[in-house]
């Protein structure tokens, strides 16, 4: 082979390692490259609007327009559809007393008792 080959082969064999180091370095820097960063979306929030509500009256300050009938009980009784008494004074309403005073530990007891079984 003449020597100019030779050199030709050389420098075809020296470029390639040189395009080779270059495509290398190339490549190094492309997968060190950052990634382009989203940013964040914008929340934005809202303060809620301050709502009064009404007030409710106190049950002790609920007036009462309905009659009512006051009864003694001796005992506990729940009893479907009329309602639901203690031992002790209940306030109910007329139709509920008039089914209560048909059972024998229901008695109808006037403001007086009342106020004497509350100590006043």
């Given at each position: 082979?003449?020597?100019?080959?030779?050199?030709e082969e050389e420098e075809f064999l020296a470029l390639l390692e040189e395009e080779a180091k270059e495509?290398?370095?190339?490549?190094?820097?492309?997968?060190?490259?950052?990634?382009?960063?989203?940013?964040?979306?914008?929340?934005?929030?809202?303060?809620?609007?301050?709502?009064?509500?009404?007030?409710?009256?106190?049950?002790?300050?609920?007036?009462?327009?309905?009659?009512?009938?006051?009864?003694?009980?001796?005992?506990?009784?729940?009893?479907?559809?009329?309602?639901?008494?203690?031992?002790?004074?209940?306030?109910?309403?007329?139709?509920?007393?008039?089914?209560?005073?048909?059972?024998s530990h229901i008695t109808l007891a006037t403001p007086e008792d009342v106020a004497k079984g509350y100590?006043?």
């Open positions: 082979m003449s020597d100019e080959l030779i050199n495509l290398a370095a190339k490549e190094e820097v492309s997968a060190v490259e950052e990634l382009p960063v989203e940013e964040a979306p914008v929340v934005e929030t809202v303060a809620p609007e301050v709502v009064e509500k009404e007030t409710k009256p106190a049950k002790a300050e609920k007036k009462t327009t309905e009659k009512t009938v006051a009864l003694l009980s001796t005992r506990n009784v729940n009893w479907n559809g009329v309602g639901k008494v203690e031992v002790g004074y209940n306030i109910v309403t007329p139709e509920q007393a008039e089914k209560w005073l048909t059972r100590g006043l």
